[in-house]
């Protein structure tokens, strides 16, 4: 485990943490809080992952429901919410006035759920996505979201702290989840860009190696472009596509060619094709002589039902 081991020197002192869950995720979590100074008690259904743990200073549980009495904060990180009914609904009778906050995966409904069961009983409920592998876990940059109840968060944001920068994004607890969806997503559709032009120009016997310099090095931090699609961003909360430097059509055409090159190549083809057919749809709403970014308005609607 790669964390600091040092104790902020602004901080209050660390207070008890109970963690719920030692995965690949919650081991990291838990080290982080025992390496800084917090009293741990951890529990998980294969007691042998603690062992480590304990053998550093963290109590091991005997039930879920001990863990969550331990201490007035309670990180759950298990494998999803069907789980941490399992594993909390025969904990029920110590719930009310314990604190959980819930990092595992899942959707904005499922955390909304999750939160309605806490305050069925009478348990604080913060939900959360941590947004870095478990080796970055209390490291420099590592960002953690919240959502739902501010005045908890704010109470325990020094323990949350510990395991990394609390994002705090609103009181619908649902918004933690759907921010780390939409992250997710731009992160696939990036590194499936990458993953596909290199395979394009592979067929023609190019390395990857040889073609990342061009690709990663020059083409991704000046054309597609953060700082540019940063100063864009407002135009896509007004609706605002001017066409001026270049049209859908344009665009449409471009992603025309990619697919049939795509093809002559003898490569993927799925990829591009559905990138020209969303284009296309942009262009058969009327979207054809504005910009690039009027993909957004297809992008917020679902399909029709087919
Ligand atoms: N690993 C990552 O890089 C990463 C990054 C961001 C978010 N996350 C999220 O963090 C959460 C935990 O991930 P993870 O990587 O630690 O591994 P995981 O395989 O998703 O979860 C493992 C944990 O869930 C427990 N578990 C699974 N089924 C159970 C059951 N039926 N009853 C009781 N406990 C059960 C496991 O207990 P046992 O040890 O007994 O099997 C272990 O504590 C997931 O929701 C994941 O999406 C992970």
């Known amino acids: 485990m790669t964390s600091q081991t040092s104790t902020p020197q602004h901080s209050k002192p660390a207070g008890p943490v109970s963690v719920i869950g ?9 080290e982080t809080l025992l390496d800084r100074g917090h009293s741990l008690t951890v529990w998980n259904r294969t007691p042998t992952r603690a062992d480590d743990l304990v053998a550093r200073g963290a109590r091991r549980a005997p039930t879920a429901a001990d863990a969550v009495a331990a201490s007035p904060v309670t990180v759950v990180c298990l494998k999803d919410y069907a789980t941490l009914y399992d594993v909390l609904d025969p904990a029920a009778a110590v719930l009310a ?3 959980l906050v819930n990092l595992n995966s ?15 009983h009478g348990a604080g409920y913060l939900d959360g996505a941590i947004m870095v592998p478990p080796p970055l876990v209390g490291e420099p940059g590592a960002v953690f979201l919240y959502s739902g109840a501010r005045d908890a968060f704010d109470r325990h944001r020094d323990a ?7 994002r705090y ?8 989840v759907l921010h780390n969806a939409a992250l997710l997503t731009m992160m696939y559709a990036t590194m499936n860009g990458w993953l596909h032009a290199t395979a394009l120009v592979g067929s023609a016997g ?4 040889g073609f990342a310099e061009l690709a990663l090095g020059w083409f991704m931090p000046a054309v597609v472009d953060p700082a540019s699609l940063l100063a864009q961003a ?15 059509e344009m665009n449409l055409n471009a992603l025309e060619h990619i697919a049939h090159t795509s093809a002559e190549q003898g490569v993927h083809t799925e990829q591009p094709l559905l990138m020209r057919d969303i284009a296309r749809r942009a262009v058969a709403e009327g979207h054809g002589e504005q910009n690039y970014l009027a993909l957004f308005e297809v992008f917020k609607k679902a399909l029709p039902a087919v």
């Open 169 to 176: 994004l609103g009181t619908d607890p649902g918004l933690a």
């Open 160 to 166: 949350l702290a510990t395991l990394g920068d609390p």
């Open 106 to 120: 899942g959707t904005p409904d499922e955390a909304r759920t999750a939160a309605d069961w806490a305050a069925g």
């Open 206 to 209: 190019v390395t990857a190696t």
């Open 97 to 99: 006035d314990s604190f």
């Open 22 to 30: 030692l995965g690949p995720m919650g081991l990291a979590l838990a």
């Open 234 to 248: 407002p135009d896509l909360d007004r609706s605002h596509y001017p066409g001026d430097l270049g049209t859908m």
